[in-house]
């Protein structure tokens, strides 16, 4: 029978660990949570020989053992709290070999804990770029541990790696006896009375218990001893950890010196810096992030025309032949105008949607992501967040539901709470198909210098009015949100890299995969629901509809094609769907909506796609299908007032907009904000000043257009 180890993952933010997690694991992964916190656990199982089978976790990254966000408390929990049900047997360390001195801190840390600890060294081909040799025999012995150089992304060293997992788990490898930090005589002696308590444990894990042991679980009474040691030998935490610091450096020092030669940065300076210069110059810097931003948005239309139009085309003409084959009967109505149309509207933004995320890991890919968080943290500090919150409201762009888990990263608790409240209105990639649909609509195909498209220009404006909303939001709420605590921004810098073009095209593939079947199943039931409703209402009203135009049609049997689509109108506004959407009309109507918008602002809150499919069933109900039939962008654009005046003028579509930049319209987001704040105080709240916020700029835009 294998044995069965538990592995843990550790390592510095940035160092790979993800990478060896993902060669490891292979496709025996699992997320979930850890329990009590929302952080993210992966988990996964991996052969590590003949006779040994792991389960290995892969823990939130950290720079030390004293911990200060809420992941890194959670990595923390599970390697020094005795209570701890993920009590790893073997450590892997990952460290960056181009930023070795950095990861050794905590490294040091670790081998002082005196558990079972394999170093993976990666990035071995950077450091070489950087002129850094190592001496890997020599830094094992300096160590006392074994030392692996690994390089995930080309499957290198993991062999190896295992070798010496095995090797370790069968204790060939013994802890060095002597430690990086070594404790005062007065330290010493708090040790020796904590090691009563716990003789299995380290010196320096004793010290963790003396700092930390409100944390672990650990009962009452021997939480009281653990004070009255405190007390006893006047333990100074403070004072302890900063002498701690100091000798770890000065060892490190040593052991760079004798196993790491590194050029002189005066005789070679890396690409990265002289890129650097110029992308974060003081000026220059922001004009190109804006000319970056406006690239990426110009290029959804762009490079998207040709597969949109191939997509319309194909589902124009597969209802069309549906419609001639099924016989004329309420099935086939539900399955081409409630089913494709509803489909239809959302897999012709397929293009837009890959482009997007395409573009968005690229940039993150070549490492200018972190560069435009160094930018704009002197301007988020302004409206009350900082760098670490640029991150997040660029991942809303995407979606907000990820961004918002992601902001666990941001130490300060106002700092998290701001970010959380705003990064809804950064204009996601569910938006898009309501911008695409309503721009084409509304907004002349004009260029200005031959190739700067105009509804580019619109569409840039879109997602950088969400951006300076968001900050004026932050500015505002800084002022009502009373926690007090110490901000700090501290980041690293990566190397700028090649993008990896396969990881870019998974990427596109995967989001399009999600967007398509999450949104489709919604979509579906919705989509069903409306033609349901469209299709049906009181059956007095129904009746008395249909009694009236056949009367009219046997006295002018000539119009009855007019008479036909005045029947099919009549009969809409008289089903269900109708009452509600006449219900709320008076509302919306002085924001230039009519009653077949609110019902697709109604349907939006499951989802803001949802729009589009909303239209395109309602605008399909009852029509037959043929080769002259409109598109639903023709069809919006051809809808009137009853007085004969445009729907979709350039008030009203403006106005669509701008609601749609601002409005909360996601169940998902409302859900998630819940489970960060756990409390249905902050959703409720936002959800709130996002409609008010929508509904009065709306308001504005169409009053200012019209």
Known sequence: MKQQLHIALIGNPNSGKSSLFNVLTGLKQKVGNFPGVTVDKKTGECNISAFINAKIIDLPGTYSLYPRRTDEWVAYNVMMNPGSKEKPDVYILVADASNLKRNLLFASQIIDLKQPVVIALTMMDIASKKGIAIDLPGLERELGVPVVAVNPRKNKGIHELKKIIAQTAQQLYKPPSRNFAEPTLLTQDAIGDVKKI???????????????????????????TIEQIERKHNFNHTKVQAEEITQRYARIRHIMQKTVVEADPKEKQLITDRIDKVLLHKFWGYIILLGVLGVLFQSIFWLATYPMDAIEWVFGAFSTWLSGVLPQNWFSDLLVNGLIAGLGGIVVFIPQIMILFGLITIIEDTGYMARISFLTDKLMRKVGLNGKSVMPMISSFACAVPAIMSTRNIENKKERLLTIMISPLMSCSARLPVYIILISLVIPQKYYFGFISLQGLVMTGLYLLGVVMALIVSYVMKWFIHIKEKSFFILELPLYRTPRWKNVFTTMVEKAKIFTFQAGKVILVISLILWLLSSYGPPGKMKQIEEKYAGIEQQSPQNKATLEEDKRAELLEASFVGILGRTIEPVIKPLGYDWKIGIALITSFAAREVFVGTMATIYSVGEDADENTPSLREKMNAATW????????????VSLMVFYVFAMQCMSTLAVVKRETRTWKWP????????????????LAYNLLK
Do not use: C, N, R, W
């Open 198 to 224: 716990f003789p299995q444990i380290s010196d320096y894990a004793a010290v963790h218990y003396l700092i930390h042991h409100e944390s672990f679980s650990l009962d009452d009474k021997t939480q009281d």
């Open 642 to 653: 009853p007085d004969g005046s445009k729907i979709y003028t350039p008030a009203a579509g």
């Open 684 to 699: 409720m709240i936002q959800l709130a000043y996002m409609t008010v916020l929508a509904y009065v700029m709306s308001l």
